[in-house]
């Protein structure tokens, strides 16, 4: 198993930033890529942002690229997402989710999520 936290929503005007973080914890071995979601009300969940474990290549929605950056810091099991430019589009609720290896198969594990409202 696999616990994620997220942390570092709030509200904030249009233009400004905030930086979310993800704590992971628990078999925090087993992890090869992290990424960020979100999900505006009314609306299904997307994806934002992706790093692998490794350090290999990051990926990013379109529409967030150039604002946003996506880091993992694996000494302290986190994953990190620098949002910045932000628009009031950007309001959602951000989930992040951890690809995990296992013997039975890939499995995958969900934090809890943080709220990021951006005023006009």
């Known amino acids: 198993q696999v616990q994620l936290v997220e942390s570092g929503g709030g509200l904030v005007q249009a233009g400004g930033s905030l930086r979310l973080s993800c704590a992971a914890s628990g078999r925090t071995f087993s992890i090869y890529a992290m990424t960020w979601f979100r999900q505006a009300p009314g609306k299904e969940r997307e994806f934002v942002a992706a790093?692998?474990?490794?350090?290999?290549?990051?990926n990013y929605a379109d529409s967030v690229k150039g604002r946003f950056t996506i880091s993992r810091d694996n000494a302290k099991d986190a994953v990190y997402l620098q949002m910045n430019s932000l628009k009031p589009e950007d309001t959602a609720v951000y989930y992040c989710k951890a690809y995990c290896k296992a013997v039975a198969g890939p499995t995958e594990y969900w934090g809890q999520g943080t709220q990021v409202t951006v005023s006009s």
């Open positions: 790093v692998t474990w490794s350090g290999g290549p990051t």
